[in-house]
């Protein structure tokens, strides 16, 4: 055995007996410069990218607003939405209120997920029911029987009536063009309207709350998030769902091109309709109002075959299956500027 000395470290090789070495002998390899050791790196996955950008957001706004309010619905996006919160400030509880604008028209299984988690937190729940609007005059039912766009002002009372200053909402940009022009800090007026020119930049990841008296802002955590990214996340982490995400038999008939469900809020309007009704397997991308939120034919019936199927499609899942977006080219723009999330 023979010793060498290279960069203050000492190399040991093994020399066959019947070959010795000279002392002055060097070989290539004991001369070769020794390769600097590699440093540790640590990189984040996306899902863990998008987790702490959304967490950052989340925390920043409960830092700099009083009354934060986060809007929860039982939808896969609140949903998200809630889980991040819980790990932004686990193990404290989570420090805002929830907020449900209810048009009385939802999904049975989105109701019963959504008290069920607010039980499970001990989260606070404030509702703001669309159907006490109806019952006292301050709305009157809509001629299609949609209820989706009849939101805003119990929303916009209920910002007012508890002094929110910061509303958490589940918008992503890649859901609709309208949703595309939020910045991640969206400034409302004293009316609670949104205004398209009045953004501000967000550079360095740097939000701007300030506002006036009156004045308030949505947060949108998921911003930079996609359908596909909301499902991979919910399998990531195991979260729990309302059942009618995955697929199921349901009554249907077809209307406007979608699948509605039959049911107390959502039948057939004509004889047409009503020779179309049929079971099919089917399952729900997004949950709203009965009345105007549409199914899809799908065999998925768990996380990954839903994951399966979004990374294949080529329509978002409000383009598919929300008929209140199809009103007119710029329903949710101008739901937006109204005060509609």
Request: net charge negative; glycine share 6%; proline share 6%.
């Amino acid at each position: 055995m023979s010793a060498a000395t290279t960069h203050h470290r000492t190399v040991h090789t093994d020399v066959p007996d019947d070959h010795p070495t000279h002392p002055d002998e060097k070989s290539d390899a004991l001369t070769a410069p020794l390769a600097p050791p590699a440093s540790p790196t640590y990189r984040l996955t996306q899902l863990e990218s998008l987790e702490s950008e959304a967490i950052h957001i989340i925390r920043e706004v409960v830092a700099e607003f009083e009354r934060p309010v986060l809007l929860f619905s039982g939808g896969k996006d609140s949903v998200v939405m809630l889980h991040l919160a819980t790990k932004a400030f686990w193990p404290a509880p989570v420090p805002f209120a929830l907020l449900h604008v209810d048009t009385g028209h939802n999904f049975p299984e989105v109701l019963e997920y959504r008290d069920a988690t607010v039980e499970r937190l001990g989260a606070r729940l404030e509702v703001a029911s669309v159907q006490d609007y109806l019952d006292d005059g301050r709305l009157l039912e809509r001629a299609d029987g949609t209820r989706n766009p009849l939101q805003t002002q119990p929303l916009l009372d209920a910002i007012t009536g508890h002094k929110f200053d910061a509303v958490f909402g589940g918008g992503r940009r890649d859901e609709e063009k309208a949703r595309a022009k939020e910045r991640v800090i969206s400034l409302r007026d004293e009316f609670g309207q949104w205004d398209p020119r009045n953004q501000r930049p967000e550079l360095w990841n740097l939000y701007n709350g300030r506002h006036r008296p009156g004045e308030h802002v949505r947060a949108f955590p998921l911003s930079n998030w996609t359908e596909l990214d909301i499902w991979r996340y919910i399998a990531a982490e195991k979260i729990d769902l309302p059942s009618l995400y995955y697929a199921h038999e349901r009554e249907v008939f077809e209307r406007d091109g979608m699948l509605l469900a039959v049911g107390p809020y959502s039948r057939p309007r004509n004889d047409a309709e009503a020779a179309d009704v049929r079971t099919e397997t089917v399952r729900y991308r997004t949950v709203g109002d009965m009345s105007c939120t549409g199914a899809v034919e799908s065999t998925a019936y768990t996380v990954d075959d839903v994951i399966t199927e979004v990374a294949a499609t080529r329509i978002t899942e409000r383009g598919a299956t929300r008929a209140d977006d199809r009103i007119s080219e710029a329903a949710m723009e101008d739901r937006k500027k109204e005060g509609y999330f």
